[in-house]
C-alpha cells in the first residue's frame, strides 16, 4: 500500500500538472490583491498661467501612491502629473497641498507621501 501511494504520488503525471495549475492560479489570484506602495517622479503642470505673471516651482515631484498591486500596475505613469490651476494664485509664496485628485488618480489608489511637501510656488510679476 506504501509504495502504491509512492508511486502515484511520484509518478502521476496529470497530478502534477493539476497541482502546479492549481497553486499557480492560486498565487496569482491572492498576489493580486495584495495592497503595495510604488515611488514614481512625476512633473508639475500649470494650467491657466496669465502671461504677465512668472512661476518659480519645482519641474518634478516625487510621489508615493498605495494600492491594489494589480490596480498600480494598470496606471500609465507616464502620463500622471500634478495639475495645478495657476490662475487662481495670489502674488507671492503659495503653498500648495498635493492631493489624489490633483494627479487625477482612481478612488481606488492613494497618495501616501509627496515630496517636496509643502510645494511652494512662488509668483510675480514680469
Known amino acids: 500500500m506504501l509504495q502504491t501511494l509512492k508511486t502515484i504520488l511520484i509518478k502521476n503525471t496529470p497530478l502534477k500538472v493539476c497541482s502546479f495549475i492549481l497553486g499557480y492560479t492560486l498565487w496569482s489570484t491572492f498576489s493580486s490583491m495584495q495592497t503595495i ?17 512668472d512661476f518659480d516651482a519645482p519641474e518634478t515631484i516625487n510621489i508615493t501612491l498605495s494600492g491594489k498591486k494589480n490596480q498600480l500596475a494598470s496606471i500609465n505613469a507616464q502620463n500622471l502629473a500634478v495639475h495645478i490651476d495657476a490662475g487662481d494664485l495670489p502674488l507671492g509664496n503659495n503653498p500648495i497641498a498635493v492631493t489624489a485628485e490633483k494627479l487625477f488618480l482612481p478612488e481606488s489608489i492613494k497618495l501616501v507621501h509627496y515630496s517636496p511637501a509643502p510645494l511652494m510656488i512662488t509668483t510675480r510679476i514680469k
Open 37 to 53: 506602495t510604488q515611488e514614481l517622479t512625476v512633473p508639475l503642470c500649470c494650467y491657466q498661467m496669465p502671461a504677465t505673471i
